[in-house]
């Protein structure tokens, strides 16, 4: 992408990322089956408006990212599957899913968003309060999953990342409208929020197969780089996404008020009348019609949404980088392609 | 208290509640102190809003009563105190507040309630956002800290319970406005919101302390007897105290309409004409000036108040029944002190 091309889309890495998650959802298909079948098995509760909110956001679509990533990093790391009598990895890979989907039911309330995955989100749907409740209870089953499974290292692993994650929220809360904010507490947020549930995500699979530490190092490196690299793509769509394919409103975050690093560097690169655009719509949250067509057109400027698909693209190369820790496997090389699928996104 | 009395509020038991909280805190004086330092210690975090969100609900009041109940049970199963080395029963007993304090902050968000102990709600003072995230900060600490404790049998009680608190918190949501509502779906949802966590906060005393399993029931039996109590006896103050000792303004159940067992009795007790009167207030959410006063003035009419506060006598009885499993001894009596403590807030 040219820096004054005039299209909304961010350019970068070639096509075929759908067709890694295709390859690693077909490689990993009884797995995925199995987890989704605890899944629905453990959301439910005699209190039937809590299946009914959880379906909504844990049943029906989403890509099954992070548990896929614990379902192949165990794979990888040896741990049989489902076929060959493996369990474990099935129950924490529900547990991660629960944890992220417990995030997104705060999340929602948090960020008052009407949508989620293009459709009405459980706090439009059901109100704040069903989704503050459903998510603690998601919150609660993902550990007693754990403490079913009883490895108290898993546990240390998850509960961490889960306190990690509430952290990088409040951070984002914190440096929101924050022009001043700079790129390493935006890190620090997205590491957070982001980042830190990957890493648990993976690191896990090594934990399970009682590989050595170097190993869960590797897969923490992989899944918390992945995890960085996704996140830039998204905040990048946030400004450029076709709207359909997303599932997603595009201007979100802008409406928020939200600082992303595609907003911290067309700051950082604009002149003073800019800064005030930025400064009037994000600080003081005046927003008037066309701001976030200026807002898009002041990235692409400045090349501020190339530059921060750039970056996902340094992450992701991180993240391959981890993956020499393994030997060449069709398992490796799948989760070599989900890089690509995550930084192809913003195609 | 006669079921004319005009006065607003519960008669029953004598004085001395106060006192017995006093001596039971002063009993574990050098424990609870620990337990406040580890609360104080673990709700640290590099991003700022987050202790100062936590100590305004955690650090700031409360009674402290669920870590108490904890400290208690550890040591009347015989688990030493801090003075002879203990530890376990004050990170467990922190834990148990954070637990508690997590509720709180998402309960006040739920309930968009503007006090709680006299002073602004969380949620009042920093909004909603930071409450529902520190809340999950809160109860991804606490099961931080179970993980470093190490016991998966404490981690499987104090799961299951948070599952319980967040079903009995939506049930109360699905029983909101509905005067059908029964008095065993109303025990359900007291049950799962307060009694669960009580339970949970006695139970793992004999854990702790390695105590055969009907130790272990009996202390349940005790927690969860002690939090319908207590439930039972804070609904009929939501109708009855005076606002400076309860801490929290009279009248907050009947403006958001939830159906508690003084509601239910009166409603159940009350003619064509009353029912229409808990109907047109609670269900179709219509109030007007004087509508809580009137509301009040059926519940005496009816003995509303005085049954709620009889059958918080009689789950206080249970609670004593099931201190038997343990010889006599100070922290028994004390314990049992305690159940008057609970039911007395109703003078």
New interface residues.
Partial sequence: MSVTAPAPRVAGAPSGGEDALAALTALLRPDLEACNRLIVERMQ??????PQVAAHIVAAGGKRLRPLLTLAASRLCGYPGTEAGGTRHVALAACVEFIHT??LL?DD??DESALRRGRASANALFG???S??????L???A??L???D?S?EV??IL??A??T???G???Q??TANDTATTEAQYLEVIDGKTAALFAAATRVGAVLAERPAAEAEALDRYGRSLGVAFQLVDDALDYSAVEAELGKTVGDDFREGKITLPVLLAFERGDESERGFWRRTLEAQEQREGDLGQAIALMQRHGALADTVRRARHYGDEALEALRAFPDAPMRRAMADIVEFCIARAR
Wanted: cysteine-free.
């Fill in positions: 509760s005699p209190v039937a408006l809590i417990a995030t705060h309330v948090v704040n309060k069903p503050v409740l459903v998510g603690d209870f919150f609660a089953r550990f007693q754990m403490t079913d009883g108290l546990l240390s509960a961490r889960s306190a994650i509430a952290e929220e409040v951070l809360l914190v």
